[in-house]
């Protein structure tokens, strides 16, 4: 009998040994730390993009396919400024995971302003001295100024030019080559430790010289002559829906560049110049899809996509004719959100959530999905369990700031589908509320805009939505005192 016995243990182990070694490598791949591709540009507005808004002319299929093997975010915001330079606490918030009066550099001293809210050895805890001290490759390639110099020196290695101008060496392509280039260092090293690559470009921002062929495309010119309007085209992208010649009220930020000294649109709202810088604008972030494009394909050709997490945003949205509006120095939807897309391991395909996240939770996500213990110092909250599937929101509540011109500025809350947006600027000679229900005005048309939907407008003063003003107006305050905003509205407790 013991002969038997002793074939049928091995026969049964000749079985399971295969498998073993199966769940073996399986267990060493879950392992396997992933790679990290950021990738941020410079002011583009989620709805410039067909994922957002089917109605766009921009095409971009590299973000197309992103979004439909990852997962598109339809509320993600980055928390406001106290500068006419939004990108500059938007790149802080994004490098420290911290609140937008937690940081270093903001500038405003009000009433209720406190000491010691930043750390001093923060830039010790920004993203890439953290990567780097988990063992991690860090490279960024971006945009100078208007940024955060401590951190961005904290990658090892640096290649940041500022490129805007319309041929390869002088725009979106530039950063391309720094990023592959890098990669092919890694291959010809035979690097295996994993990366983490700050992927930023200097466009769209303006001035928005595209690539001649890409601006024929949208029927744009490079327009430099502030005594005539470009050309009308025919190809030229359509006006966006929320368009005014003017916003009805002044925005509060007397001289701001963004609104009056932009090359090739300067203080113009007419048709013409609208339709040819959203040309410009088009043609550069078609570029920036070909470039993006590259990138990945050169990953794929390396064997390292499929471990790697991308992420696709901007810093903050813009405006270019969308309620009167050229700048990024406000809060309607069209700025205040961004485009926000993630493909990565274990992300669904075509996957779409409200997410309800702020630029200030990059960092604690990147942290978590690379399983690095998040920095105590970042104050915004990890978005891996919605890139899992395991939840849908981070939060319920979003505040918004724009703080860089006439005091207090412009503030706004959002629960759910009710958004305020109040306005205490130039020392009180605009004191405005505006109340949007999002879910029926996506576009937050305004009475300018003389909608026939009762819904399509701003609905402050409508006595049937008393409550819901009256709900949202006491959660700012709220939301003003927890993240220490320094200033209060006119109409708000001045204690």
Known sequence: MTTPRLLLLWTFALAVLPLSFANSSDAADKLQRPNILFVIVDDQSPFDLQVYNPDSALETPTIDRLAAEGMVFDGAYQMGSWSGAVCTPSRHMVMSGRTVWHLPQKRNRGKHSKEGLVPDDLPQYTMG??????????????????????????????????????????????????????????????????????????????????????LEKYGAVNHKDKASLPPANDKQPELPPNYLEAHPFHHGHPGLRDEVAVSGVWERRDEQTIRNELGREFACSE??????????????????????????????????????????QNLYEHTWRVPFIVKGPGIEAGSRVQGNIYLLDVLPTLCDLAG????????????????????????????????????????????????????????????????????????????????????????????????????????????????????????????
């Open 129 to 214: 001295a953290v990567f780097n001290r988990a063992g991690f490759d860090t490279m960024r390639t971006c945009k100078r100024g208007n940024s955060y110099p401590a951190a961005n020196e904290q990658f090892a290695v640096v290649k940041d030019a500022t490129k805007r101008g319309g041929t390869d060496e002088t725009g979106s392509p530039w950063h391309a080559e720094q990023v592959l280039n890098y990669l092919n260092e890694r291959e010809q090293q035979a690097d295996e430790d994993p990366f983490l690559i700050y992927f930023g470009f200097s466009h769209p921002h303006d001035t928005r010289d595209g690539k001649p062929e890409l």
């Open 287 to 328: 570029n920036i899809d070909i470039q993006l494009d590259r990138v990945l394909k050169r990953l794929e050709e390396m064997g390292e996509l499929d471990n790697t997490y991308i992420f696709y945003t901007s810093d903050h949205g813009m405006a270019i004719g969308r309620h009167g509006l050229q700048g990024k």
């Open 372 to 495: 690095i213990d998040i920095p105590h110092t970042a104050e915004g909250i990890s978005f891996a369990p919605i890139l899992q599937g395991k939840k849908q929101t981070s939060r319920d509540v979003l505040y918004g700031v724009y703080c860089g011109g006439t005091k207090p500025g412009m503030r706004s809350v959002k629960r759910g589908d009710w958004k305020l947006i109040k306005y205490d600027v130039l020392d009180g000679e605009v004191r405005e509320t505006q109340l949007f229900n999002i879910a029926e005005n996506p576009h937050e048309y305004l009475p300018e805009h003389n909608r026939k939907n009762p819904m399509e407008t701003n609905l402050a003063d409508n006595p049937k939505f008393a409550k819901q003003r009256k709900e949202l107006e006491a959660l700012l305050l709220s939301e003003m005192r927890r993240l220490d905003d320094p200033y209060r509205l006119w109409d708000q407790p001045q204690e």
